[in-house]
T-cell receptor
Framework: AQRVTQPEKLLSVFKGAPVELKCNYS??????LFWYVQYSRQRLQLLLR??SRESIKGFTADLNKGETSFHLKKPFAQEEDSAMYYC????????????FGAGTQVVVTP | GAVVSQHPSWVICKSGTSVKIECRSL??????MFWYRQFPKQSLMLMAT?????????EQGVEKDKFLINHASLTLSTLTVTSAHPEDSSFYIC?????????????FGPGTRLTVL
């Protein structure tokens, strides 16, 4: 069965410090991976997806098929990055369904 | 960008009553909508996939007779919680997929907080 693991429930970092959110998945086929972000009192929104290889708000994520990982990184955290981050997996046979990880709460302190 | 709305944003009802939640794609057509449930400080759990003009597909463990889904048009899906009980209290979130590329991007609604007394 497919699975998405985000091992950290909470990440607390200082402003300006690097931040890395871990995401591992289990799926034998070709996955599509996403990072979604939910700011306080706001709806879930797409941050980035691996196929676009974009950098959004300074965040990047690289799909490592060997390690089945899709870690999210930002070199210099900002206070406005404080939010809940969810890694999500879409499989080729899921008809567009997303499977979410448990989420990581990021708190950036000044 | 694509906008999805939900109505109501919150609802309180008595045990045994039914509650309908609407999910609308405001500026795009969505052949597929998804319904999620989110418990406090937990992740989103997919309940069902709603396809316009056909029956919804429910995830394992989700009672289809309790959570009725109707997707009557390309811009509206409804979730009706029938004979609600306190354990149905939760945050219900819908999302909609674009009918045009990128097909598999989901846009999320703001959620509906349901409290059953």
């Amino acid at each position: 069965a497919q699975r998405v693991t985000q091992p950290e429930k909470l990440l607390s970092v200082f402003k300006g410090a690097p931040v890395e959110l871990k995401c591992n998945y289990s799926y034998s086929g070709s996955p599509e991976l996403f990072w979604y972000v939910q700011y306080s009192r706001q709806r879930l929104q797409l941050l980035l997806r691996h196929i676009s290889r974009e950098s959004i708000k300074g965040f990047t994520a690289d799909l490592n098929k060997g390690e089945t990982s899709f870690h999210l990184k930002k070199p210099f955290a900002q206070e406005e990055d404080s939010a809940m981050y969810y890694c999500a997996l879409m499989t080729t046979d899921s008809w567009g369904k997303l499977q979410f990880g448990a989420g990581t709460q990021v708190v950036v302190t000044p | 960008g694509a906008v999805v709305s939900q109505h109501p944003s919150w609802v309180i009802c008595k045990s045994g009553t039914s509650v309908k939640i609407e999910c609308r794609s405001l500026d795009f057509q969505a052949t597929t909508m998804f319904w999620y449930r989110q418990f406090p400080k937990q992740s989103l759990m997919l309940m069902a996939t709603s396809n316009e003009g056909s029956k919804a597909t429910y995830e394992q463990g989700v009672e289809k007779d309790k959570f009725l889904i109707n997707h009557a048009s390309l811009t509206l899906s409804t979730l009706t919680v029938t004979s609600a009980h306190p354990e149905d209290s939760s945050f219900y979130i819908c999302s909609a997929s674009l009918s045009s590329p990128p097909y598999n991007e989901q846009f999320f609604g703001p959620g509906t907080r349901l409290t059953v007394l």
